[in-house]
Antibody, heavy 123, light 108 residues
Framework: QLQLQESGPGLVKPSETLSLTCTVS??????????WVWIRQTPGKGLEWIGS???????YYKSSLKSRVTISADTSKNQFSLKLKSVTAADTAVYYC???????????????WGQGTLVTVSS | SSELTQDPAVSVALGQTVRITCQGD??????ASWYRQQPGQAPILVMY???KRPSGIPDRISGSRSGNTASLTITGAQAEDEADYYC???????????FGGGTKLTVL
């Protein structure tokens, strides 16, 4: 059974960089059928895709966040990471890491999710 | 980038059938996937591809697509179906992912 677990600080100061890591167990992030994704959810609001990484290192970012986001994969540790710089209060959200098995599907198939971690941006 | 539009709220009487819809141009080229989210929990996948259900999802939940609209149908709604439902798909222009704004389903 694949499991994903987010880790990182729960509190980040404005203008600083939010850094989260997702550790994957029970499967390999080197799968050619999977994207590894970061999604966030502002309290009381909907889901927002932040970006995805393929095991080859190819990355895809939401246009409105692209200038601030870096997602990378470390296949040796079976982890992938999110860095979001210059954060503001608007970046306060629950951040989820997940697997999108949609490489072979004409659509998305986000079938495994981490439990989510709340990151608050505040001084 | 593409957008997906969902009705903010839908209600259904216990045991009746409800359809939740998702509209967007990307759905002409890509299938939608659907997620159920209970309060305080991570979303779970309930439908993807051409009417495919992950294991453990009952067959009273089904999906369909017509033109730029995808639908999730719940037959014989149960109390445990009360949740927020989100649709998702690929953006038509690249490998980006898009989500709908979510539909809050109330079972009366």
């Amino acid at each position: 059974q694949l499991q994903l677990q987010e880790s990182g600080p729960g509190l980040v100061k404005p203008s600083e960089t939010l850094s989260l890591t997702c550790t994957v167990s029970g499967g390999s992030i080197s799968s050619s059928s999977s994207y590894w994704v970061w999604i966030r959810q502002t309290p009381g609001k909907g889901l927002e895709w932040i970006g995805s990484v393929f095991y080859t290192g190819s990355t895809y970012y939401k246009s409105s966040l692209k200038s601030r986001v870096t997602i990378s994969a470390d296949t040796s540790k079976n982890q992938f990471s999110l860095k979001l710089k210059s954060v503001t209060a608007a970046d306060t959200a629950v951040y989820y890491c997940a697997r999108d098995e949609g490489v072979a599907v004409a659509g998305t198939q986000i079938d495994y999710w981490g439990q989510g971690t709340l990151v608050t941006v505040s001084s | 980038s593409s957008e997906l539009t969902q009705d903010p709220a839908v209600s259904v009487a216990l045991g009746q059938t409800v359809r939740i819809t998702c509209q967007g141009d990307s759905l002409r080229n890509y299938f939608a996937s659907w997620y159920r989210q209970q309060p305080g929990q991570a979303p779970i996948l309930v439908m993807y591809g051409r009417d495919k259900r992950p294991s453990g999802i009952p067959d009273r939940i089904s999906g369909s697509r017509s033109g730029n609209t995808a639908s999730l149908t719940i037959t014989g709604a149960q109390a445990e179906d009360e949740a927020d439902y989100y649709c998702s798909s690929r953006d038509s222009s690249d490998n980006h992912v898009v989500f709908g704004g979510g539909t809050k389903l109330t079972v009366l």
